[in-house]
Nanobody
């Protein structure tokens, strides 16, 4: 299974970006997908994930209301819509896949080792 994260770039404060995580080598519908980020000098942190049961979603408090995660199983892709970006959102963003099975509400934002596969990361820079 391979994951390809894309959609990062330079955006002004208050702007928006949509990240994509394209999955290949397997169908997406048995995998929970998480988005993580790592800023320079900081630890990696989970920000959002989506599981396989009725698109169960979870968000960290600092992105809730600004970020929206969604999945398109037909396209084998998960998206992260990021609005109202600020300088604190500057980081490399990674997507990861966890084989949880069909109809699962499970996905974690705090236990990164549970994810089986990782993408290469895409840089998001918020600056004026």
């Amino acid at each position: 299974v391979q994951l390809q994260a894309s959609g990062g770039g330079l955006v002004q404060p208050g702007g928006s970006l949509r990240l994509s995580c394209a999955v290949s080598g397997s169908t997406l519908d048995a995998y929970a997908i998480g988005w993580f980020r790592q800023a320079p000098g900081k630890e990696r942190e989970g920000i959002s994930c989506i599981s396989t049961a009725e698109d169960t979603t979870y968000y960290r408090d600092f992105v809730r209301g600004r970020f929206t995660i969604s999945r398109d199983n037909a396209k084998n892709t998960v998206y992260l819509q990021m609005n109202s970006l600020n300088a604190d959102d500057t980081a490399v963003y990674y997507c990861a896949a966890d084989l949880v099975g069909y109809g699962s509400r499970r996905c974690t934002l705090y236990r990164a080792p549970e994810y089986d596969y990782w993408g290469q990361g895409t840089q998001v820079t918020v600056s004026s």
